[in-house]
């Protein structure tokens, strides 16, 4: 990918990691108030636990592109590990278009749902009545991203695997070469 472009991801995931952030603590401070205003004052909040809901489902979608940027989603790789390195690089490029097809279906679907709820105008059935839309269209935000952060993984798995590093060990190694 190009400079230009890349500068403009990592960019674009600051601003979903520190949102993310943003969020984090904010559910944290309103689960707080409720917790102090439901025991202490017997007059839970009627909307907390809505809002932290939607919250949690914006922590999930949404950072999964940070996870899927810095490897750090939970596999198993006992058996990956066993296998020749340039098969353990065609796994990764299977996996990586599987995941970008998989975050296109339900990007499409995801868009599919809140433009309905938009069109409908469809709220939940609570005392702050949020509008669907919202929490819907974190579907299509949250798994376009991780999308694109499979396909910049592919790209690179298949660049590392057109052009492969020599790795040697110098201390093993004959004759080295400056």
Not at 148 to 177: G, K, V, W, Y
Request: glycine letters at 6%; one cysteine or more; proline letters at 4%.
């Amino acid at each position: 990918m190009t400079l230009f472009a890349m500068r403009g991801w990592n960019g674009l995931m600051a601003v979903l990691r520190w949102s993310s952030i943003v969020v984090l603590a904010f559910m944290m401070l309103t689960i707080f108030y409720d917790t102090l205003m439901r025991y202490t004052f017997s007059a839970p909040t009627s909307w907390s636990l809505e809002i932290n809901s939607f919250l949690l489902v914006y922590m999930a979608v949404v950072s999964a592109a940070e996870a899927q940027r810095h490897d750090a989603h939970i596999r198993i790789t006992f058996f990956r590990n066993k296998l020749p390195i340039r098969f353990q690089a065609l796994l990764g490029i299977a996996a990586g278009l599987l995941g970008v097809l998989f975050c296109g279906i339900l990007v499409w679907r995801g868009g599919l749902m809140a433009f309905k709820a938009w069109e409908y105008g469809e709220r939940v059935s609570s005392a702050f009545g949020t509008p669907m839309v919202y929490p819907y269209a974190l579907i299509p935000v949250g798994f376009g991203a991780l999308a694109l952060q499979f396909l910049i993984d592919t790209l690179s798995t298949c660049h590392q695997l057109a052009r492969p590093t020599i790795q040697r060990d110098n201390a093993n190694d004959e004759n080295p070469e400056p």
